[in-house]
């Protein structure tokens, strides 16, 4: 049996308008999958955890102070770390799910503060409806910050970490 043409260009509308990135159906031994690529990170204009610094009168930023700055897994004092907004790169969770910092609950996390990521290296895993996510790092650098708690709910676009692209 073959899938009505009308019926499959519903499906490819309804997945190119949500946030499934996959659908698969089978219909009287006739299967059917659609699946698109994940969304590419950007890093937004002003990231939340960062204080604007004015540096002249006009009330243009230039530089951005981390106001609350990383606490690494070792306990290392507090510093603050002037970077320009372009040396972060947020890591947002490209679904709603559940995030978790380990691959299960009594293994090491995937990566830890201070920790240098290439692009591919995967960061945690988000799980949504019974599947376990890997998220990887889009870019190289250094572990800034992990900005969310271990197993907490995440929503779409939601930032997990902060890289340090430099």
Do not use: H, W
Not at 44 to 56: E, I, K, Q, R, Y
Not at 98 to 110: G, I, M, N
Not at 134 to 146: H, P
């Amino acid at each position: 049996m073959k899938m009505d043409l009308n019926y499959i260009k519903k499906l490819i509308k309804m997945l190119d308008t949500s946030t499934i990135s996959e659908i698969e159906i089978e219909e009287q031994g006739t299967r059917l999958r659609l699946s698109k690529p994940r969304p590419k990170f950007t890093t937004p204009s002003n990231p939340l955890p960062f204080t604007p610094v004015p540096t002249d009168n006009s009330g243009i930023v230039s530089s951005l102070t981390l106001t609350s700055p990383p606490v690494s897994d070792s306990g290392a004092e507090t510093e603050q770390i002037q970077k320009s907004p372009d040396d972060y790169f947020e890591v947002r969770s490209p679904m709603v799910g559940t995030f978790y910092r380990a691959p299960a609950p009594d293994a090491d996390p995937y990566v830890k503060i201070g920790d240098s990521v290439s692009s591919g290296t995967v960061l945690c895993i988000i799980e949504a409806m019974k599947l376990m996510n890997e998220i990887e790092s889009e870019v190289s650098g250094k572990i800034v910050k992990i900005l969310v708690e271990n197993a907490q709910a995440v929503e779409y676009n939601q930032p997990l970490f902060l890289v340090d692209k430099t």
